[in-house]
């Protein structure tokens, strides 16, 4: 199995841009989980899904942030403004529910917004 | 809610000294527990788990036993190597949400 995608792995945008970003869980998965990763805030849980709906948004820090999973296999993340403080490494990561809750991550996008 | 309490960082050893990483958490019932190892560009691995009282945990050397008396699930390792510098990351799951709780994240520096 290839793992937990995520593309880009880099993104330099400029404040006010919109920046996507997307994930490709691990096949069969039924949670997908967004992390974001900062050196002040540590990891933090944004928003999870199961079974492709979402379960638990308020990690979200605002309205700027929203998360969609159409399919099973594909979710994205969208940033509408970027702002500076919005820089992070973003993870995604994919469970199989009844798996004791273990994670597989992805390599994550680390984006810096200017 | 869930917290998740790590010995702060960085914990700098020589090679082959003795490993204790603190973790202490609390929960509503009775989670699995987890220690995840990120290392440097790369995205976070489950290292160990245990998921019921008095479960140890184990894989590369590391250990970690479950206490349900004192919430701990404490990292150990009787021989460090240069190669196990990273940040450790401590994580019990809610059973509830399905979505674990990070700890801060240790980071670890051995010296050879």
């Known amino acids: 199995d290839a793992g937990v995608i995520q593309s880009p792995r880099h993104e330099v945008t400029e404040m006010g841009q919109e920046v996507t970003l997307r994930c490709k869980p691990i096949?069969?998965?039924?949670?997908l989980f967004w992390y974001r990763q900062t050196m002040m805030r540590g990891l933090e849980l944004l928003i999870y899904?199961?079974?492709?709906?979402?379960?638990?948004d308020s990690g979200m820090p605002e309205d700027r942030f929203s998360a969609k999973m159409p399919n099973a296999s594909f979710s994205t993340l969208k940033i509408q403004p970027s702002e500076p403080r919005d820089s992070a490494v973003y993870f995604c990561?994919?469970?199989?529910?009844?798996?004791?809750?273990?994670?597989?991550f992805g390599p994550g996008t680390r984006l810096t917004v200017l | 809610g869930d917290s998740v309490t790590q010995m702060e960082g960085p914990v700098t050893l020589s090679e082959e000294a003795f490993l204790t990483i603190n973790c202490t958490y609390t929960?509503?019932?009775?989670?699995?527990l987890f220690w995840y190892v990120q290392y440097p560009g790369e995205g976070l691995q489950l290292l160990l788990k245990?998921?019921?009282?008095?479960d140890k945990g184990s894989n590369k050397g590391f250990e970690a036993t479950y206490r349900k008396e004192t919430t701990s699930f404490h990292l150990e390792k009787g021989s460090v190597q240069v190669s196990d510098s990273a940040v450790y990351f401590c994580?019990?799951?809610?059973?509830?949400?399905?979505?674990?709780?990070f700890g801060s994240g240790t980071r670890l520096q051995v010296q050879p």
């Open positions: 990561a994919s469970s199989l529910g009844q798996n004791n809750n273990e994670q597989f």
């Open positions: 096949s069969g998965h039924d949670y």
């Open positions: 899904f199961n079974n492709n709906v979402p379960i638990d």
């Open positions: 929960a509503t019932g009775y989670p699995s």
């Open positions: 245990a998921t019921k009282a008095d």
């Open positions: 994580a019990p799951s809610d059973t509830g949400r399905r979505a674990l709780t």
